[in-house]
């Protein structure tokens, strides 16, 4: 929905509201976020300050499991490395539009980049008119989503806080059903189906191996399962397509 | 600085340096040198793989060590509830609804009756 008349203002705006259908679905993954982080352990300023300065939703929430899981700083941030590389995707996509854009706009840009706002803003920028703010579509949806992130995390962090027994609420199902929610409408043709079956089975038999290798092993196989099964069944979707919610 | 202070320092600057190392080297490098299509192939795969690979052992072995194969196991039969609710209705806000809705309440009732 581009703005009739284009300035800075009305895309900065435009971006903001075309993110809110995106924002209504991350509010609850930010609440459970921040509960599920103290419940684990986190400190309340590190579970905000990882909104903050890391801002990014599935890593957030697969590091404060991995720090209940008493797993080393080392392998916590291998793990966030592994889980982030699909933004190498959006980043590839939309880094044609960027080019001409300075680096104080590049830097902030790159730290924002969310599936939401990749998803609110690729439209815009493949849309025909050649308007000069369209950037500012995209720091719109930024600005809103990590407005948003921030008071979800915090209202997630202040009633973790008032849960004495939070396995007893079932916050550590919370998590699990998150994922699954995200995962099956990524399953969209055969490969992606084989990948997942065989990430599943081998982090179930792969689970005794030491300091959670068994997740990045699983997850290497279900990677290399996809590529592999895409010779049986070509793939023939667009090769960033977002279909996300984290 | 306490111990745990520091190592949470530490975790949040070292995550905060690889997802911005993905997100921004990309975007600021892309037409100007390009990766092969091989690649993005693969990345396609990264997040149902990694995210399946944490939740499948979260449902078959909730206490981290032992296959649990039973009715009395919430996590299994809610997750197998919530798989069937977000494949007919792709709904996450739905998903996460009706999933904890089942886990609690399964958990209630096999609490009662097994």
């Known amino acids: 929905m581009p703005p009739s008349i284009s300035t800075r203002r009305s895309e900065f705006f435009a971006g903001a509201r075309a993110t809110l259908p995106l924002i209504l679905g991350a509010i609850p993954f930010g609440i459970i976020y921040g509960a599920v982080a103290v419940a684990n352990g986190l400190s309340p300023a590190a579970a905000q300050g990882m909104s903050l300065f890391v801002f990014a939703g599935s890593a957030q929430f697969i590091a404060a499991s991995l720090v209940g899981d008493g797993l080393s700083v080392g392998l916590i941030i291998l793990t966030t490395f592994v889980v982030n590389l699909r933004h190498a995707l959006y980043a590839a996509s939309l880094a044609p539009f960027m080019k001409h854009l300075p680096q104080r706009w590049l830097i902030p840009l790159g730290f924002w980049l969310t599936d939401e706002s990749y998803a609110a803003t690729i439209a815009r920028f493949n849309a025909p008119d050649d308007s000069p703010y369209k950037h500012w579509f995209y720091f719109g949806s930024a600005a809103a989503m990590y407005t948003n992130w921030q008071i979800c995390t915090l209202i997630g962090i202040l009633v973790g806080q008032q849960i004495p027994d939070p396995q007893g609420w079932g916050l550590d199902f919370a998590m699990v059903v998150t994922f699954i929610g995200i995962i099956m409408p990524l399953i969209r043709n055969r490969p992606a189906l084989v990948s997942v079956i065989v990430a599943g089975v081998v982090s179930v038999l792969a689970n005794g191996l030491p300091n959670k290798l068994g997740l990045m092993v699983a997850a290497l196989l279900g990677i290399a399962a996809g590529v592999l099964a895409e010779i049986a069944w070509p793939v023939t979707d667009p090769l960033v397509a977002v279909e996300e919610n984290a | ?114």
């Open chain 2, 1 to 114: 600085m306490s111990d745990l202070m520091t190592r949470e320092v530490i975790m949040i600057l070292g995550m905060m340096l690889v997802t911005f190392g993905v997100r921004y080297p990309v975007l600021a490098l892309v037409g100007k040198i390009d990766l092969p299509e091989g690649v993005f192939r693969a990345l396609r795969y990264v997040p149902p793989a990694v995210l399946t690979a944490i939740t499948v052992p979260a449902l078959f072995m909730p206490d981290g060590e032992h296959v649990f194969i039973s009715h009395t196991n919430a996590y299994l039969v809610a997750g197998i509830v919530a798989v069937i609710v977000s494949w007919k209705t792709k709904s996450l806000v739905l998903t996460i609804l009706i999933g904890m809705a089942v886990f609690l309440g399964w958990r209630w009732l096999t609490g009662l009756i097994w």
